[in-house]
T-cell receptor, first 108, second 119 residues
Framework: SSELTQDPAVSVALGQTVRITCQGDSLRMHYASWYQQKPGQSPVLVIYGKNQRPSGIPDRFSGSDSGNTASLTITGAQAEDEADYYC???????????FGTGTMVTVL | QITLKESGPTLLKPTQTLTLTCTFSGFSLSTNFVGVGWVRQPPGKALECLGVIFGDDDKRYDPSLKGRLTITKDTSKNQVVLTMTNMDPVDTATYYCAHRPSFDAFDVWGHGTVITVSS
């Protein structure tokens, strides 16, 4: 089982804000990265490090960290943001990467 | 522009060995903090990181797979090879390779290859 726990599903009204959380003890020492995955597609990196966005990722995506929890916030959700979102960080040893359990985001 | 592409068999029988090749371009796998990771996703389930190989040949494996998994690189061919022994139907999944840059994330992914293990 994953050492990083996410809520299975969240929904958000079009244009509103949604926060996705990822909990795990290793997050006290390591940043999380966040990935968006749409059906039948490869994951796409949306946030890494201390709230860094890769080129081409809209600024409505942001990340934050507090204690053992990392969060991904979508401010002003769009229909195209409907997808599965996964966090990723290190395991308790710090040597290996682990993914979270995943959150399905539905835009209403 | 960085690209990665997975190749290998699509169907295996239980107990067989899986060998997947990741052929990449746009970067060199000879820098310490740059790597290539292998990630899989069983149907309808979450992503799982299998392991990462770095430019200095450091390798990090999922502890639950240690003993079954080997990742090697051929820098001259720009390839990374994953070998997983004793395949089982629970190993049925889409297998991805991904670029791990100097920061700790996977920023470019291959399209993935579907591996089915069935008798």
């Amino acid at each position: 089982s994953s050492e990083l726990t996410q809520d299975p599903a969240v929904s958000v009204a079009l244009g509103q804000t949604v926060r996705i959380t990822c909990q795990g003890d290793s997050l006290r020492m390591h940043y999380a990265s966040w990935y968006q995955q749409k059906p039948g597609q490869s994951p796409v990196l949306v946030i890494y490090g201390k709230n860094q966005r890769p080129s081409g990722i809209p600024d409505r995506f942001s990340g934050s960290d507090s204690g053992n929890t990392a969060s991904l916030t979508i401010t002003g959700a769009q229909a195209e943001d409907e997808a599965d979102y996964y966090c990723c960080s290190r395991d308790s040893s710090g040597h290996h990467h682990v993914f979270g359990t995943g959150t399905m985001v539905t835009v209403l | 522009q960085i690209t990665l592409k997975e190749s290998g068999p699509t169907l295996l029988k239980p107990t067989q060995t899986l060998t997947l090749t990741c052929t990449f371009s746009g970067f060199s796998l000879s820098t310490n903090f740059v790597g290539v990771g292998w990630v899989r996703q069983p149907p309808g389930k979450a992503l799982e990181c299998l392991g990462v190989i770095f430019g200095d040949d450091d390798k990090r494996y999922d502890p639950s797979l240690k003993g079954r998994l080997t990742i090697t690189k051929d820098t001259s061919k720009n390839q990374v090879v994953l070998t997983m022994t004793n395949m089982d139907p629970v190993d049925t999944a889409t297998y991805y390779c991904a670029h791990r840059p100097s920061f700790d994330a996977f920023d470019v992914w291959g399209h993935g290859t579907v591996i089915t293990v069935s008798s």
